[in-house]
Structure formats: C-alpha cells, structure tokens
C-alpha cells in the first residue's frame, strides 16, 4: 500500500485505489458503479418508502391492522381484490344465469350455449359439493354409485337427475326418494338365497342355474327387481341383470350379502342448500356425463 | 487498516463529444441508418391480404388474439418453436458476422447505436461540432444555451415519441391505431407502451449512449468468445504510425511514424476511446475513426490504412512484412455456417410441413373407462381440432384399430362425427364416447382420424381404449 500525496491508498500493481479493506494481504480495490446506478439504487429506496406508505407492508405485533399488519394509505389488500373480482364474475354470469333458469331442460339439451354454461358451472359445483362421495371424476366408489355408466338406480333422464339431488335419496326432506328392500334373513334359508344368487349371476354371465332358484326369484323378487331382473327405478329397484353392483362384490357370497342383510345408501337432499340454478345445472352435468338417458 | 481518506461511491460519466467525419464507412454508417430505421418505421405500414377472417396486416403480433403474422407465416402460441428457430438463427448468423467482421452490429445496426448516431445529430445541428458544443457545455447559462439545449431535448423526445409510436403499430392494426392516435381516443396500455419507449429511447440514447454498450450490454461482453485472430478489427498500425509525432509540412518522414499526433481519431470516437492504444473493450468498430485517420493521411498525401479494418494475424505479420489474406472458411466459422445451415433447414421443413389442420385428444383419466350395462365399456376422450385456416370447416371424426366401435360425440343438440363445425381460426372442442366390448388388450392401441371435408386433408392421433384394470 501506497499512500499517496491525496492520502489515497493506491494498489501498487493495478494503479487502482483500493477500499482500504486488506484480507491476508489480498485488498479489496474500489471499482466505483457509475453515478447513474447509484441514483437509481436511492430512487429505488425512496420508492419503497412510498410504497410502504400505500400499500399492506409490515407485519405489526398485534392484530391492528389488517390482520395484524399495516393497512397502507389505499387500505387495499388481496381479499377486496379477490371479492371484487368475483363479484365482477357474479355480474357478469347473471345474464346466462337468467336465461338459463328461463330455459327448460329440453331446450337446454339443444341450446349449444346454454349447454356449455350449465356443464361448466355444474362441473365447478360437482367438484365442490358431489366430490366427496362420488369422487372427482364421479367414478363413485363402494356405496356410492358410479354416475358415468348406464344403470340409473332412481332413473338417468335429466329431470330424474334433478329430482334426486334436490330431494336426495332417504334424506331428510318430504319429498324424498325412499325405498328399502326386506332383510331375507330368517324369511329364506341360506340354500335358497344361493340359488336365487345363482339364477341373478346368469342373467349378467350366462351361468348355469336351478328351475328352484329361478321359481324363488319370480316368487320373492320379481315384483320390485322386474323379469330378468332389469329393475324398477321408479321404486329405486337395482337392475340386477348387469355386472355393476353398488354395494357388494360380483359374486354369489356377495348377492347372497345383499339379499340376507340389504345395504340402502343415503344420498342428501341439497333443496336449501344450493339453489335452484345450481341444482339444474348440476343435474345437466350429470347428465353431461355419458350415461344420461 | 484503517484510512480517512474520502473513497469515490462512483464513477462520474464522462461526456464524450463526438467531431464529424467524412469518408467511406461515414456513408456506410448513414446508409445503414436509414435503411434500419426504414424498416422500423414503415414495416406495419405493409399491408397482406389473408381473407375476410384475419387482419390485413404483414407484420402483427395480435396478442388479445393469440396469433402472430409475418406475411404469409401465421403461428399460433403453441407454436412459438417458430420464435425460438428465428431466434436461434439470428443469434447464430449474428455469431458468424461477429468471427468474420468483429463487431460489425455493434457500430453499425445495433438500435442503441442507430439511435445514438441520430441523436449526436440532431445534437450538432442545434448546438454545432465538438468544440462548439464543449464551449456551450462550459458557458454560464445564458437564452442562447437555453434554446439550444431546449431544442436539442425537445427534438429527441420528439424522435422517441415516434420510435414508441411506432412500436405499438406491430401490435395493432396500424391504421385504425393511427387514426385513434390522431382523435387522442388510445386505450391506456398503448399510451403506456409510447410513454415509456419514448422514455427510454430518450434517456439511453440521449445520455446511456456508450455506457449502455459498456455497463448495460451483456452481447458486448461474451462477444469475445466469437472472436479469433482472423475477425476484423479496428486496429491502428503501429509499426508504421510510431513514433508519432506533430509534422510541420515539407519536413522529412525519415525516422519518424506517419501518425502526426493529430488525435483526430480519438474526437471523431463515439465510445471516447484512443484506437492507438490497441483495441479496447469500449470500442464497437464503427470506423469513425478510420475515415478521420485516411482524410489526414490524404492532406498528407500518405497513403490510407493508418487505422484500418485488419485482423489481428495479418496484423503481426505485417511486422514480418508477410502479407496474408482472411481466410473466410476457418474451423470456427464453418461450425457456424454448419448450424445456422442445419437450423434453417429445420426451420424451412417445419415452415412447409405445417398442417392447417392440428388435432389433440386427452383419454379420460377419471374415471379411466366406464363398465356399462349389457357387457358394454365406455371411454371417453377430450379432442381438440385446431382450424387453422381461415374458414369455417367441417370435419369428419373416424377411429381405427377397435372392434365392434360405437363413436358418439357429446353435446348440445344433434352431433353428428361426420360434420364437426370449426370456425375459421379457432379450437373446437368435441367430447367424444367410445363405447365397445372388452377388447383384446386391456389398453388397447388404436387411432383417431379427422378429416377436412371439402380438401380432404387428413390428421391422426394414437390414443388407448382402456377395457379395465389389470
């Protein structure tokens, strides 16, 4: 280090003056930013003030503030900008909303518009309310019927599908669909539930099958679950010919299960929870899915 | 250790006042800017005709639309691999003028240079040459600085107000912009782009000038990787030049270099550098001072090339008095030549191939498939057809590869899979059901085709049909 006659220390190799700083020798030379840099680094601070000033900036260590922190001169934060716009898309989906709920079912089903509407905001309703039980792609699950396929418990029309979320199914609500098939146990020997199990599996497989098994079935079951056993949606009765089974595995143990001891699933009412608008599009998207009659 | 003394924060600019300069590579330089700030400002003024369906504009990027256009190229955002290929060739063909001619782009067509070349300009008219304008520099403040510097900065605001103009006419129809323009009837995001182009064409070309190239300008830096000893520099000939020295006229030039110390070269200097020094980061070969140099020698009746456009080979060896030639076709410049061949080539297929028709089909994942009544099993399929013509189309839907197949598209009203309606230039949107036996495979391969009705042009898609679960 060479002090110079400005008292600069001046590197002696680079001729460039140095910090001062020295590590182990190794000293630290002052290569300055140009003037334009720094005035923009201190615009920069300013402006950080400002904003501090405008806008939600320090946490505060009570909940004064909007959720404990600085409200900002503009008292703007995320939620007002989200309920803003969100209102904005309310306003904007009254138009179609109004139309829709104008519009019947049938018309709906050949109005392109309309259509696109009520299966997009049944989708986002699916999703929010029907999800739980009937999965995300209401590819449903054990007890709870899968609403893509063609076997309709309650019937698969479009305003069957809207009957049944409005009032549910044994759900709390006077108008509700309800039905309950007699537990066989005790009324039917064991032997005998076999063999109409038998004669349900052939219907669906092509099994073979006893002349007793069928007779049982015609006696006991015929009235409700139809000849062949296509069922009844009218009275919520299974079609017991096909391999779809809500409740219990495709077998005979499993029919078996069902006849001794019935399972009934219960399906609530969302008359009072979600409003009309909502139901019918609901049923519309349902409907949207592949299996509506 | 410790020191008092006052340590500077930061380097104060240093104003360089650029003299004027005749000669060759002057008119180069003012042909070149002319040409460049040409294209600028006229190219979204060239009209295209594309149909009733699509603007009539040559150059447009319609970003609330999503397409862009470039005469009789049209690209969907998808496609913006078009972008990255153009990209990829300019900043290639870019590499190979900089290992054949050195930093020809940067004193010539880089807009920071074209801009700043028009700004000293416009500088000399209101405020003279180089000595004048370091006198009004000095000068206390008097009505004429006053106006001559007024004028100066009005006129170069008014030259980035047409530079951000023009800008915004590659992003909307320019004439119907124009004509807002003119009512003062301009939506806020166009305003928003002409105040700050024109703010910052201002102040980089106004007052950044060479501190962009050296503090700003990443290609200044890593252009040096482009460089070997063959790419042309500016390069001062010391061997004949030194020892300079002033000259009286009619003395001898026995003993002594051909540069007369004039320092002509370094005032004509846009970076403010001395070429006699030996090439130097700042300087962006604009050849200023080549011209300034050969006028001199031309008083002097010597000969031209004091300062000249040389490689650094030739340079040494004309130390040993061996006069080489450039090799054009080197090791580096064939590589570039080699891709910049390769990804024309690719760009030129792809341009050529392009489908007018596109056509995507999304297998549902949820559920997978659907076991229907009657031994029967449904999948369903999201497609998209992409029209990318610009007429409404019909198109037929058809799959290949299935037994026994059912094909249904869903929907408001009757669908029907051999007439799907796309409108020009646009997505249709289609969900399709497929309902069959089990097949062979649970996930059985197969195809779908779509088909142009009227030009029978074809697309296909592989796809699965998922029979159930192992």
Redesign the interface.
């Known amino acids: ?1 060479v ?1 110079n006659d ?4 001046i590197d002696e190799h680079t001729g460039i ?1 140095t ?4 590590w182990d020798g190794i000293k630290e030379l ?9 005035w923009l680094f201190l615009v920069t601070i300013i402006w950080a003030i400002g904003y501090w000033y405008v806008y939600p900036a320090w946490p505060t260590l009570s909940g004064d503030g909007f959720r404990g922190g600085t409200k900002g001169s503009i008292e703007w934060n995320q939620y007002k900008q989200l309920e803003e716009s969100q209102n904005e898309i309310f306003s904007r989906r009254a138009e179609n909303l109004a139309q829709f709920q104008k519009t019947s079912f049938e018309d ?5 518009q ?3 509407f009520a299966v997009a905001g049944g989708k986002s309703a699916f999703k929010e309310n029907c999800a739980g039980c009937h ?5 449903g699950a054990k007890g709870y019927p ?1 609403l ?4 309709w418990l309650w019937g698969g029309s479009i305003d069957n599908i809207y009957l049944t979320i409005k009032h549910g199914i044994r759900a709390d609500n006077p108008n509700t669909r309800s039905s309950t098939m007699p537990a066989f146990k005790g009324i039917l020997e064991e032997e005998t539930m076999k063999k109409i199990a038998a004669y349900i599996l052939s219907l ?1 497989k092509g099994y073979r099958y006893t002349a007793e098994g069928k007779t049982s079935y015609e006696q006991m079951c015929l009235y409700c679950h139809g000849k062949d056993g296509i069922g009844n949606t009218s009275l919520g009765a299974a ?1 017991v ?4 089974w809500l409740h219990v595995e495709d077998s005979n143990p499993g029919i078996v299960s069902q006849i001794e001891n019935p399972q009934h699933g219960v399906m609530p009412a969302w008359e009072g929870r979600l409003d009309d608008a909502t139901i019918r599009q609901l049923a519309v998207y349902v409907h ?1 899915l ?2 509506g009659e | 250790m410790h020191s008092d003394n006052k340590i500077k924060l930061f380097e104060k600019q240093q104003k360089i006042y650029p003299k004027r300069v005749w000669g060759k590579y002057r008119k180069i330089k003012w042909l070149i800017m002319f040409i460049t700030l040409g294209i600028y400002y006229f190219a979204p003024w060239i009209r295209w005709d594309r149909g009733l369906n699509a603007p009539d504009q040559a150059i447009l990027l319609d970003i609330p639309n999503s397409r862009g256009y470039f005469f009789f190229i049209e690209i969907w955002p998808q496609e913006v691999y078009y972008i990255t290929g153009l990209l990829i060739i300019a900043a290639v063909g870019l590499f190979l003028v900089t290992s054949l001619f050195g930093r020809a782009w940067c004193g010539y067509i880089c807009p920071q240079t074209v801009w700043t070349d028009l700004f000293v300009w416009v500088e000399r008219i209101f405020q003279g040459d180089r000595q004048k304008r370091m006198q009004l520099d000095q000068s206390s403040f008097s009505f004429n600085k006053f106006w001559r510097k007024l004028a100066t900065h009005l006129t170069w605001i008014f030259i980035g107000l047409i530079t951000g103009g023009a800008w915004v006419f590659y992003y909307n129809d320019a004439p119907t912009l124009m004509s807002q323009i003119l009512n003062f009837d301009v939506p806020w995001s166009v305003t928003g782009w002409i105040v700050a182009l024109t703010g910052s064409t201002y102040l980089l070309a106004g007052f950044g000038r060479e501190q962009v190239c050296n503090y700003m300008c990443p290609y200044a830096r890593f252009q040096s990787a482009m460089f070997d000893e063959e790419s042309l520099i500016i390069c001062y000939d010391e061997f004949r030049g030194e020892p300079r020295s002033a000259y009286k006229k009619g003395a001898s030039w026995e003993g002594r270099g051909h540069c007369v110390d004039c320092k002509i070269c370094v005032h004509v200097c846009p970076a403010g550098i001395d070429i006699r020094n030996g090439l130097q980061m700042e300087c962006i070969a604009c050849g200023m001072c080549i011209d300034a140099c050969n006028n001199v020698m031309d008083k002097l009746s010597l000969p031209h090339g004091l300062v000249r456009y040389d490689t650094e080979l030739k340079h040494k060896l004309r130390e040993k008095h061996i006069e080489e030639s450039v090799h054009i076709l080197r090791k580096r410049t064939t590589y570039y030549i080699s891709i910049l061949l390769i990804a024309t080539t690719i760009m030129l297929y792809g341009l050529a191939s392009r489908s007018p028709i596109e056509l995507h089909v999304l297998h549902d994942r949820n559920p997978m498939f659907v076991q229907l009544t009657a031994h029967k099993i449904r999948n369903g399929y999201d497609i998209k057809i992409l029209n990318k013509t610009h007429e409404d189309k019909s198109y037929t839907l058809s799959v290949s590869g299935l037994d026994k197949v059912e094909v249904r598209v869903a929907g408001a009203g009757i669908m029907r899979t051999d007439n799907l309606k796309v409108f020009a230039d646009s997505v249709g949107h289609f969900r399709v059901f497929l309902t069959s036996y089990r097949q062979k495979k649970l996930r059985q391969n197969f195809t779908f085709y779509v088909e142009d009705v009227k030009t029978k042009i074809k697309k296909q898609k592989d796809s699965i049909f998922v029979s159930g679960t192992e």
């Open positions: 280090m002090p400005n008292n600069k220390n003056e910090t001062g700083h020295e002052n290569n300055p930013s140009p003037r334009w840099w720094v709906i089903l050949n109005n392109q309309l259509y696109a999965g995300s792609g209401a590819g899968n893509n396929d063609d076997d669906s079609n010919s096909d391999s779809i949207s592949g299996g």
